[in-house]
């Protein structure tokens, strides 16, 4: 007696092969962690239709030049005398508003000290201009 051997090619399933796929990675998307980088926390003003319309001499501006190289109403000054000067004009006036000008070449951190030195003395008014609001401004003579 001949037994009738059939040979059956060997073969994976793959027709659900693409519905497992796409479950993966329909998996992996909803239960990703995404880390999110925290920086400076700023927020825009408010507008206030009683705000006072301030005119740039009547402001403290700060020009940071380079590392310790700063210039505090066209004068040459410490980090140190910066903020004796500063917490003089704030006690004269609580609301003076602090304009600080960063050059470009300067390192962040230079500014990252004037700002939290503005925080120490509770300067609640602080601007720091675009290059474009530099440029109309020097225009008028008020920065250098």
Do not use: C
Not at 48 to 71: A, C, K, M, N, W
Not at 123 to 142: C, D, L, M
């Amino acid at each position: 007696m001949k037994l009738r051997v059939s040979r059956q090619t060997s073969e994976i399933p793959t027709s659900s092969m693409a519905d497992i796929a796409f479950l993966l990675i329909i998996f992996f998307m909803l239960t990703a962690v995404f880390a999110t980088t925290k920086g400076l926390q700023f927020s825009f003003p408010k507008d206030d239709p009683t705000q006072l319309d301030v005119q740039p001499e009547e402001s403290i501006h700060i020009r940071i030049i380079g590392e310790g190289q700063f210039i505090v109403d066209k004068r040459p000054m410490s980090l140190e005398e910066m903020g004796g000067y500063v917490q003089t004009k704030m006690s004269q006036n609580p609301q003076k508003p602090v304009i600080i000008q960063t050059e470009v070449q300067v390192p962040y951190f230079v500014m990252i000290d004037v700002l939290d030195l503005m925080k120490y003395l509770n300067v609640q008014n602080i601007s720091i201009p675009t290059r474009s609001e530099i440029e109309r401004w020097k225009a008028f003579g008020v920065f250098e």
